[in-house]
């Protein structure tokens, strides 16, 4: 399935670590569905493609990842029990706002994200803004 891995720099930044910027409770959409071993059996080079209000940001594939997702399940197998329904987020291609040049470009309110696997399907999100989230 598809994991919109949202972060939140600001915070990410202020407590040099990942857990809290990562963790608000509308962060981490997934879907459009789960896709099984059987119904997915070679995942080694699948177009990863993610827009923002129609301008793309990324566009690579799962043969550009550090570790391919039989090597990630492995390497995390060894060291936690997994079970079914646990999701492993695998990473995401370049192409993250953060790390835009010239200047960084970073999620508003009113954005859409709009992220596609190939074989997989569409995630599309709206950004919406909390008050009082800190």
């Known amino acids: 399935m598809i994991l919109n891995d949202v972060s939140a720099?600001?915070?990410q930044f202020k407590d040099r670590q990942w857990t809290r910027g990562k963790s608000f409770d509308t962060f981490a959409p997934t879907g459009p569905c789960i896709t099984t071993e059987n119904q997915l059996k070679d995942t080694s080079n699948l177009s990863v493609r993610t827009w923002v209000n129609n301008q793309l940001r990324q566009n690579s594939t799962t043969?550009?990842?550090?570790?391919?997702?039989c090597e990630t399940i492995h390497h995390l197998s060894r060291v936690m029990t997994l079970e079914p329904c646990d999701i492993i987020a695998t990473g995401?291609?370049?192409?993250?706002?953060?790390?835009?040049k010239p200047q960084p470009?970073?999620?508003?309110?009113?954005?859409?994200?709009r992220i596609e696997i190939e074989k997989i399907?569409?995630?599309e999100n709206s950004v919406v803004e909390r008050e009082g989230t800190f």
Do not use: E, Q
């Open 9 to 11: 720099r600001d915070i």
């Open 63 to 69: 043969k550009n990842m550090v570790f391919d997702v």
């Open 92 to 100: 995401t291609p370049a192409g993250v706002g953060f790390a835009m």
């Open 105 to 113: 470009r970073f999620l508003r309110s009113g954005d859409t994200v």
């Open 121 to 123: 399907g569409i995630l």
